[in-house]
């Protein structure tokens, strides 16, 4: 069922239980009135019969001679009637309700005092009241005074239809109008639908919705729909950026690989010093070919949503086994450290290991041969700090947010180490964002760079 039909049924639904339960009220409430102002009406007309039958008989009339002005309630509702002890009639102002009335007087003989209600041959209910007459304590006779119920219970009911029928039109008109409010909000979601459905055809993540008024349920809904626009365009131009770049990176070396083959196959009589160089500068095609997918498929890893296994790592003994493994390399720097004993953190030894050797062997191949790299760990804040600072080229402050991106690389760098791939740093801040870290660069041309890393601190006792 379509959420507009939804919404609408339901609006008629609660609109027509509480317009009901409304005009439930209304109606008995004005039935209960009308009834109660009957009940009064023949209250006063029997205290008024009663009033003027007891001055006389304490005139010394006889209860058979009294005379009773009550014309003005004779007609076809209304009947007084007089009755003595016996119950024998002796006084009617109206013989003819007791025509239209023929069945009352069996019923009559079986009331008792006060208001009753009783039926005659068609059911039509009438309201009696019956009062005694009391002289000196002693009865001598009975009051009785009719009103035919026929009008009212017919106005009533015409009433009562009038009501329902108000009810059926409201509620009608109540469907009319959630029908059209739920077009004009559900207006704005069919257009994030439309749109939705022209993104998934085109391909094309330029598309937004356009809100106008104020920020309530469906326009939030279109800022975050908006939004998420903003992050699928983001992250497919930074697909289509990487897959450029990568396609680029890997093209360079297998066309050197496959010019040199070439080369071999055309010239057949090549010097062995020839011949060597072409094999070295193909081999080192081939290792630099191979650490780029190795780069690749690392960060891949990441964008799948790869998480690393974790556990308590001694951060201060990896530090120290990396710094001896740099030192085996065929290195001309100078490598100091200061290395804080035991100090741990919560993550993957294997990846924290990589992420120290990305940035060591970035520190190495942007620093002169006669140049200083320091290394520190320590303490700072409740946090474990690792300092990587070289007096090496260098980054240019402009260019400062844009090297933990994929493939990116400064002129320098790649004057300096043109072998490179860019993608070092793009996972070095992967592992630190996976081990809830920070990464802070700090680099002047010229002068050097430092990198901080900083990890939540474990307070673990040396193992």
Do not use: C
Request: aromatic share 8%.
């Amino acid at each position: 069922m379509p959420i507009r039909l939804r919404l609408t049924l339901w609006n008629s639904f609660l609109f027509g239980l509480i317009i009901t339960i409304v005009i439930g009220i209304v109606y008995f409430t004005h039935r209960q009135s009308t009834y109660n102002d009957v009940d009064n009406m023949v209250s006063n007309i029997s205290a008024h019969v009663n009033e003027e039958v007891n001055r006389q008989l304490e005139e010394g009339k006889k209860l058979q001679n009294v005379n009773v002005s009550v014309n003005s309630f004779s007609g076809d509702e209304i009947a007084v009637m007089i009755r003595d002890k016996q119950r024998n009639l002796v006084y009617s102002n109206s013989h003819t309700f007791l025509q239209n009335h023929k069945t009352i007087e069996g019923h009559i003989q079986l009331r008792v005092i006060g208001f009753d209600t009783i039926y005659d041959e068609n059911d039509t209910r009438i309201r009696l009241k019956n009062s005694l007459i009391n002289i000196k304590n002693t009865n001598v006779g009975s009051i009785q005074v009719f009103f035919s119920l026929e009008s009212v219970d017919k106005e009533l009911k015409q009433f009562k239809w009038f009501v329902i029928g108000l009810a059926l039109v409201g509620i009608f008109l109540a469907s009319i109008a959630g029908w059209v409010i739920a077009k004009k909000t559900l207006r704005r979601v069919n257009l994030i639908a439309k749109t939705a459905k022209a993104i998934a055809h085109s391909q094309n993540f330029k598309h937004r919705v356009l809100h106008i008024g104020t920020l309530d349920e469906i326009g939030y809904l279109t800022e975050t729909f908006n939004d998420m626009l903003d992050s699928l365009e983001k992250v497919y131009m930074n697909q289509q950026r990487f897959l450029s770049d990568a396609s680029h990176e890997l093209r360079a070396p297998l066309t050197t690989i496959r010019g040199n083959i070439d080369l071999l196959h055309k010239m057949s009589s090549i010097p062995d010093t020839e011949k060597e160089e072409i094999l070295n500068d193909m081999s080192s095609e081939a290792v630099r070919m191979s650490n780029l997918i190795s780069d690749l498929l690392s960060l891949a890893r990441a964008d799948a949503g790869q998480t690393l296994d974790k556990s308590i790592i001694n951060l201060s003994r990896i530090l120290i086994q990396v710094i001896d493994e740099i030192t085996l390399w065929d290195t001309f720097q100078t490598i100091t450290s200061r290395i804080e004993d035991n100090i741990h953190i919560w993550g993957n030894s294997n990846s924290i290991k990589q992420l120290l050797i990305i940035l060591m062997e970035n520190a190495l191949k942007y620093t002169s041969e006669k140049g200083l790299i320091s290394v520190k760990i320590t303490t700072y804040e409740k946090k474990a700090l690792i300092s990587i600072e070289d007096n090496g080229i260098g980054i240019e402050s402009k260019e400062i947010p844009f090297v933990f991106e994929r493939f990116y690389r400064t002129d320098k760098a790649r004057q300096y180490a043109p072998d490179g791939t860019g993608l070092g740093l793009s996972i070095a801040k992967w592992i630190v964002e996976e081990h809830n870290g920070e990464i802070q660069l700090k680099s002047y041309p010229g002068e050097g760079t430092t990198i901080d890393l900083l990890f939540p601190q474990i307070n673990y006792p040396s193992i």
